[in-house]
């Protein structure tokens, strides 16, 4: 499968962005998807994810309550609804997919990456 994350941008602190990831092919509905996020000289972490049906989610402690993950599987796109965003937030944000029973704060567990989106947020 082939990731396409995008909607990253430059916002000022307490604004709202929502990222897209479009996944190519038909199993789409099949993948465990999650969010990742890096910053200049830190090791990439979890963002959030959401397995298959979209029944359940998952998120790091630092984003519960601002950010919210979902899916639809007749567009083959996972969603990252961001609010409330800080300037902590600043990182370039990656998508990615895994067809395996997962743990989903594990990014070994993720078979498949998007190319990420800058998410810069100003104080």
């Known amino acids: 499968v082939q990731l396409q994350a995008s909607g990253g941008g430059l916002v000022q602190a307490g604004d709202s962005l929502r990222l897209s990831c479009a996944a190519s092919g038909r199993t789409f509905s099949s993948y465990a998807m999650g969010w990742f996020r890096q910053a200049p000289g830190k090791v990439r972490e979890f963002v959030a994810a959401?397995?298959?049906?979209?029944?359940?989610?998952y998120y790091a402690d630092s984003v519960k309550g601002r950010f919210t993950i979902s899916r639809d599987n007749a567009k083959n796109t996972v969603y990252l609804q961001m609010n409330n965003l800080k300037p902590e937030d600043t990182a370039v944000y990656y998508c990615a997919a895994t067809a395996r029973t997962w743990v989903p704060g594990d990014f070994h567990e993720y078979d498949y990456w998007g190319q990420g989106t800058q998410v810069t947020v100003s104080s």
């Open positions: 959401i397995n298959w049906s979209g029944s359940r989610t």
